[in-house]
Nanobody
Framework: EVRYVESGGGLVQAGGSLRLSCAAS????????IGWFRQAPGKEREGVSC????????YYADSVKGRFTISSDNAKNTVYLQMNSLKPEDTAHYYC?????????????????WGQGTQVTVSS
C-alpha cells in the first residue's frame, strides 16, 4: 500500500519560504503522478502542483505559478514543494497524494492514498 509522510510545514511571515517534503513508500510501479494539495478551514481541497515520475513534467495552479516549484528525488522516493514569496492566502493544510485516475491534473477527485498532511501558516 502506498503511504506518504509530509513534513516541512510551519509558521512563516509573508514573503518568506518553506520547503515541504513528501516521503513515499509502497509504490509498485515506476510510472506515477504525485500531487500536492491544500485545504484551508471552511474551503474545499484544491490542487497546488503535480509531477510525473516518467518524464518529470509538472503542472501548477495559477495561484502559485512563479512562486512554487515541485521536484522529486526518485532515489529517495520523495517529492518536494519549494514555496517562495508566501502569502497569507497560502495558509492551509498541505497534503500529497497519488493520481489514480489518468489526466486528473489537479483535480483531487482523481487522487488517492492521502498523507496526514503538514500545516503551513503565513502571517501578514
Amino acid at each position: 500500500e502506498v503511504r506518504y509522510v509530509e513534513s516541512g510545514g510551519g509558521l512563516v511571515q509573508a514573503g518568506g519560504s518553506l520547503r515541504l517534503s513528501c516521503a513515499a513508500s509502497g509504490f509498485t510501479s515506476d510510472d506515477y503522478v504525485i500531487g500536492w494539495f491544500r485545504q484551508a478551514p471552511g474551503k474545499e481541497r484544491e490542487g497546488v502542483s503535480c509531477i510525473s515520475s516518467s518524464d518529470g513534467s509538472t503542472y501548477y495552479a495559477d495561484s502559485v505559478k512563479g512562486r512554487f516549484t515541485i521536484s522529486s528525488d526518485n532515489a529517495k522516493n520523495t517529492v518536494y514543494l519549494q514555496m517562495n514569496s508566501l502569502k497569507p492566502e497560502d495558509t492551509a493544510h498541505y497534503y500529497c497524494a497519488t493520481q489514480v485516475v489518468d489526466d486528473s491534473l489537479l483535480n483531487p477527485l482523481g487522487y488517492d492514498y492521502w498523507g496526514q498532511g503538514t500545516q503551513v501558516t503565513v502571517s501578514s
